[in-house]
């Protein structure tokens, strides 16, 4: 089992930055393919972007992939997300998540590929 601690949510204003980090413990980080997915007000929990668990891929939601930046630090078992050029529709509860893989290029995008999740962190965008 993992355990999932977010951090670095706050309000920002539009074209603003932001880099969210999840802190992982109790397995060994490294064995873990991770990703990001956010919730919006009266939404559903939308992918946003993934890393292997080496760290060597990722994929991302098409309209976040010229915007955020997902990386990875297993010596800190940290993965990060670099969010830049802020908009008010980035809005919503940031999730980080994380699957259990043997695959070193998984980078999974679907909610059900996740088995453990963190608490969320709140970003907003003001206009």
């Known amino acids: 089992q993992v355990q999932l601690v977010e951090s670095g949510g706050g309000l920002v204003q539009a074209g603003g930055s932001l880099r969210l980090s999840c802190a992982a413990s109790?397995?060994?980080?490294?064995?873990?393919?991770m990703g990001w997915f956010r919730q919006a007000p009266g939404k559903e929990r939308e992918f946003v972007a993934a890393i292997s668990r080496s760290g060597g891929n990722t994929y991302y939601a098409d309209s976040m992939k010229d915007r955020f930046t997902i990386s990875r630090d297993n010596a800190k078992n940290t993965v990060y997300l670099q969010m830049n050029s802020l908009k008010p529709e980035d809005t919503a509860v940031y999730y980080c998540?994380?699957?259990?893989?043997?695959?070193?290029?998984?980078?999974?995008?679907?909610?059900?590929?996740?088995?453990?999740w963190g608490q969320g962190t709140q970003v907003t965008v003001s206009s």
């Open positions: 109790g397995r060994p980080f490294s064995n873990y393919a």
């Open positions: 998540a994380a699957v259990s893989s043997i695959d070193y290029t998984y980078t999974p995008h679907r909610r059900v590929d996740y088995n453990y």
